[in-house]
């Protein structure tokens, strides 16, 4: 198939083009007859043509930005477009179409080489009280300050409603019309672009929000080969697939294309069902990387997994699938248990020093034995992986929105064991990720919302949520996920920056990266340089790490009382660069092989070699 859209390549939904007019095309194998229903600015039906295999197109040089449309099939049901660019009036409404002419500042703008990756997760609606691209906007330089390098924006294709996580988009082309639709993303990214900042998106390609879901009546974009929690799977394996999976290929493009966002993460991809012998999952990549290389730009491709496999981040050749990141929950899970004391649910297989000790030293904890949590073995060894392949976290929405009262690490461990949180994240050797309000000690939580239509959807939402909860053992009331009541409680409060024990938190971050970006140990990405060990006896653990001549020594104290811990290090000078405790700024020590460090309860500290070492 081909047209005029795009050098020969038929894009799907409507493409306007001010020379010649607007193409509209359609993969809908389940109609013999569609038509579009242009209901705005004026009442008119258009025959479109059917190209074979499914597809239909038409263009109409009659039809301009901001005309609103339906598709009707066979003269019997009215649908938005499945590939909808902006849906104005919600998931149930007319599609319009859009001009994606746009006054891009961010020509000089190739991307962030990935190693030079902190990412800042933040949810459009709440990361401000007005909930919009704009509003975010006005944040950024605190970020720039913070010194986070990157956005990761949770996921914006159009959901029913104005309050929801984003994992119930139904329009996967479509920008939440209550953010600020495409141009309002737009003005966003470019934002981030001018002040050095990537933009990472979470898009989700493993299922569809319920409200709103009208693909089935078009295509074959379904399958009852297998089961899901949200009901049958995305079809990317079984009959008609190839052009299921050409939908959402073309989706990855256009993010790149028409908004230049920079890093795509797949939510969930373990939820993804495909047994072909060429993978969806490495088509996204491929599609990815395609796009970035068209407009000279860096792309990068991220899987969010719990599976503990390494396939997603090896080439092709070697069987993967080519992505360049994976979201590593074990890092999440072996420093949350062990500072919270918390055994249950997925906690159930972490608990001691060891973890955290594996978790720096190999990325994934689970690498095959058993797990108490699954009753069956899990994972594979991640320690021939690179360091900045993996995306580590203290918190994210998932860690904070799935427990029963959606609490932060705030408020649930004391300020000190907040800041050895920090240094654990942020002296690692892997990409670090904050959840918005991190930095300074957030203190409102983020239960998950909905703003459904339909009240047995909602019912079917709180029953769910309480379900889920059941192995962690947990007692009481989630916050109703459709009260707007619940919606608001997850608002950020800046004000609290302000407040002492905020503002030195928020100090301590800052100058964690400062050292992260600025000291050439932290700021090589590389586990082959570095040594991590353990005092059990005392609670520690040590990482040693060195670049060509830069090195460095973190220690990370667990103890609830103070303790001197006994650390191996070369002989030489040593500079106290950093002290979460606040005090011996810039003292030098002396090694003769191995010293004795003396540290109070919940603590760390950070040593770099001075150059008269050498």
Not at 46 to 73: C, K, S, W
């Amino acid at each position: 198939m081909s047209s005029e859209a795009d050098g020969g390549v038929l894009r799907l939904g409507a493409t306007w083009k001010p020379a010649g007019g607007c193409r509209f095309a359609v993969w809908a194998p389940k109609a013999e007859r569609v038509e579009v229903h242009v209901v705005h600015p004026s009442d008119r039906l258009l025959a479109m043509e059917p190209l074979g295999g499914g597809y239909h197109a038409l263009t109409a040089d009659e039809v301009g930005p901001g005309t609103r449309y339906f598709y009707r099939l066979d003269g019997r049901v009215e649908r938005p477009d499945p590939a909808s660019h902006f849906q104005p009036d919600g998931v149930h409404g007319p599609s319009q179409v859009v001009d994606h002419c746009f006054a891009w500042t961010d020509q000089c703008w190739v991307g962030l080489p990935l190693a030079k990756y902190i990412l800042y997760e933040l949810h459009v609606g709440t990361f401000t009280e007005e909930g919009t691209f704009d509003a975010a906007i006005r944040q950024l330089d605190d970020l720039v300050d913070l010194g986070v390098t990157a956005i990761e924006i949770m996921p914006v294709a159009q959901f029913p409603g104005a309050r929801n996580w984003g994992y119930d988009g139904v329009y996967l082309f479509a920008v939440q019309d209550s953010y600020g639709g495409p141009e309002g993303l737009k003005r966003l990214v470019d934002a981030c672009h001018q002040r050095g900042l990537a933009v990472c998106l979470d898009v989700v390609y493993n299922h569809l929000g319920p409200e709103g879901n009208y693909l089935a009546e078009f295509g074959h974009y379904f399958t009852g080969r297998y089961r899901t929690p949200w009901g049958d799977a995305l079809n990317f394996d079984d009959r008609w697939s190839d052009d299921v999976r050409r939908f959402f290929c073309e989706n990855i493009a256009f993010w790149v294309r028409e908004f230049h966002i920079d890093m795509l993460r797949l939510d969930a991809v373990h939820a993804i069902f495909d047994n072909s012998a060429r993978q969806f999952l490495g088509e996204v990549a491929e599609a990815a990387h395609a796009e970035g290389e068209r407009f000279g730009r860096r792309v990068y491709v991220a899987a969010e997994t719990t599976k503990n496999d390494t396939r997603y981040v090896l080439p092709a050749e070697l069987g993967g699938y080519g992505h360049d990141a994976l979201w590593n929950f074990d890092f999440h899970y072996a420093i949350h248990a062990l500072l919270t004391g918390e055994r249950n649910g997925r906690y159930a297989d972490f608990g001691r020093l060891a973890d955290v000790a594996k978790a720096y030293r190999e990325g994934f904890v689970l690498t095959g034995q058993y797990s108490h949590d699954r009753g069956r073995r899990h994972g594979v060894s991640s320690l021939g992986i690179p360091a900045g392949r993996f995306v580590v976290y203290n918190q994210n929405h998932d860690q904070v929105g799935n427990r029963l009262a959606s609490e932060r690490q705030s408020t649930l461990v004391p300020l000190e064991e907040l800041k050895l949180a920090a240094g654990l994240l942020l002296l690692c050797p892997y990409l670090p990720l904050l959840f918005m309000g991190e930095e300074y000690g957030e203190t409102a939580p983020f239960p998950y919302f909905v703003s459904h239509c339909d009240s047995a959807l909602c019912r079917a939402v709180r029953e769910g949520r309480q379900r889920e909860f059941a192995a962690y053992n947990w007692r009481g009331e989630i916050p109703d996920p459709a009260a707007e009541a619940t919606f608001r409680l997850a608002k950020l409060d800046r004000r609290l920056r302000r407040e002492p024990r905020h503002g030195e938190l928020l100090g301590l971050y800052r100058e964690l990266i400062r050292l992260r970006k600025t000291i050439p140990a932290l700021a090589q990405l590389n586990k082959e340089q570095m040594e991590v060990g353990t005092d059990e006896t005392h609670d520690a653990l040590y990482c040693r790490r060195w670049h060509e001549g830069s090195e460095t020594c973190a220690i990370f104290h667990f103890g609830r009382q103070p303790a001197t811990v006994s650390v191996p290090l070369p002989q030489g000078l040593w500079r106290v660069a950093l002290q979460s405790s606040g005090s011996g700024g810039d003292r030098v020590i002396g090694s003769d092989g191995r010293i004795e460090w003396t540290t109070p309860a919940s603590a760390f500290c950070l040593l770099e070699r001075t150059a008269t070492s050498s």
